[in-house]
Structures are given as structure tokens and as C-alpha cells.
T-cell receptor
Framework: DSGVTQTPKHLITATGQRVTLRCSPRSGDLSVYWYQQSLDQGLQFLIQYYNGEERAKGNILERFSAQQFPDLHSELNLSSLELGDSALYFC??????????????FGAGTRLSVL | DAKTTQPPSMDCAEGRAANLPCNHSTISGNEYVYWYRQIHSQGPQYIIHGLKNNETNEMASLIITEDRKSSTLILPHATLRDTAVYYCIVRVATGQTGANNLFFGTGTRLTVIP
């Protein structure tokens, strides 16, 4: 158990809909990361937040947005869903300052199926 | 970030050492080598990391060549549960306030054979 909690585990929805994925980081971690893993693209970085502020952006579509709340949990919002958005979505969080640096711990993921 | 090259797949007999190579010939002086693995659609799992010295923990050993252009992850006694995709990632460790995203390439699919 990595200590990172993602809900829900599975999500089935229809095209055009909107969903919210939730992530609770490990206790004490201030950074949260979102990654998408589809069959043909592998693991792709989407976005990173640190203590509520956006820190880095990857290949995140404009239909997707995220935020990190004061209690440090994060939500990834996916809207106007398309068939191609079907994927595993992973959240990761990273440890505090000092060694080891930049060790990211991943949740079990949310499997999104868009029908 | 430096690019890495890994063989797409490897087999290893159960109980034997698994040696997974990674080439990172363009690595710069402040870049760390990280290894993660992903067991069948589970979340990636951190294994080990290093800068220039060899490292060992309860999961594996990391051997980095003196010129730092390549490294080898060693699982000393592979078990069936070690069957996974192993990712070698080279990244500057900027600390938690900076951009710390990881770039996962295609990795090496290790199959441990009974």
C-alpha cells in the first residue's frame, strides 16, 4: 500500500459526460501528480500541483482540469468525454524535502471507460 | 531530461538474478537515475535511485558505470511476483517545489519463468 488513495477504482460513463477523479496524497506530501495510461500511449504526465499551486503541465487536454485543495487532496475533472479518453488515470504524491528527492508514490489508479 | 534506452523485453528464471540494463549516454551531472516498475496495470512502484554511486536496498541493487552513461538494475533472486514492466528514468531532482514530473518510456517487460 503506497498510502495514496484514489477513488473511484472504476468509472463507466458515456461520451459527452463529465467525471471527477479524486486523489488523497500520502500524509505529509505536498505535491500531487496526475498521469494517464492508455494502451497506445503508455504513461503520460498530465499535471502537477504543489501545496495548492500548479507546478508543471504536461499533455493535458483543455477539456481536462485539476485542482489541489487546502487539505491537499486533488481532483481531476474530465469533461466532454470521448472514447479515446478511456484509460487508467494514476495519481502520485511525493515526499518532503531532503533525500530521497522526487520519489513519487502512486495510487492504484482509476480505470475510466467511456462508452 | 536525458533520454533512456532499454531492451523491450527480457526473461529470467525464477531464483536467478535479473539484470536489467539501461543506457543514458546523454545524462548530465545533476541528473539522477530512478527505477520504477509496474505490475500489470497497478500503479508504478518506486524501486531505487542513484546519482553516481552504486546503491542497494531491500528490493534491488543499482549499478551505475563510472562515466554514468549506463546503469543496471539487479534483482538478486527473481520471483514470479517480479514479473512487470521496469522503467529507467533520468531526472533532475529539483526538490518538491519544482516541476518533478517523470517521463516513462516504454520500459523493459521482465518475465520471470518458473
Amino acid at each position: 500500500d503506497s498510502g495514496v488513495t484514489q477513488t473511484p477504482k472504476h468509472l463507466i460513463t458515456a461520451t459527452g459526460q463529465r467525471v471527477t477523479l479524486r486523489c488523497s496524497p500520502r500524509s505529509g506530501d505536498l505535491s500531487v501528480y496526475w498521469y494517464q495510461q492508455s494502451l497506445d500511449q503508455g504513461l503520460q504526465f498530465l499535471i502537477q500541483y504543489y501545496n495548492g499551486e500548479e507546478r508543471a503541465k504536461g499533455n493535458i487536454l483543455e477539456r481536462f482540469s485539476a485542482q489541489q485543495f487546502p487539505d491537499l487532496h486533488s481532483e481531476l475533472n474530465l469533461s466532454s468525454l470521448e472514447l479515446g479518453d478511456s484509460a487508467l488515470y494514476f495519481c502520485a504524491s511525493s515526499l518532503g524535502t531532503g533525500q530521497p528527492k522526487n520519489i513519487q508514490y502512486f495510487g492504484a489508479g482509476t480505470r475510466l471507460s467511456v462508452l | 531530461d536525458a533520454k533512456t534506452t532499454q531492451p523491450p523485453s527480457m526473461d529470467c528464471a525464477e531464483g536467478r538474478a535479473a539484470n536489467l540494463p539501461c543506457n543514458h549516454s546523454t545524462i548530465s551531472g545533476n541528473e539522477y537515475v530512478y527505477w520504477y516498475r509496474q505490475i500489470h496495470s497497478q500503479g508504478p512502484q518506486y524501486i531505487i535511485h542513484g546519482l553516481k554511486n552504486n546503491e542497494t536496498n531491500e528490493m534491488a541493487s543499482l549499478i551505475i558505470t563510472e562515466d554514468r552513461k549506463s546503469s543496471t538494475l539487479i534483482l538478486p533472486h527473481a520471483t514470479l511476483r517480479d514479473t512487470a514492466v521496469y522503467y529507467c528514468i533520468v531526472r533532475v531532482a529539483t526538490g518538491q517545489t519544482g516541476a518533478n514530473n517523470l517521463f516513462f518510456g516504454t520500459g523493459t517487460r521482465l518475465t520471470v519463468i518458473p
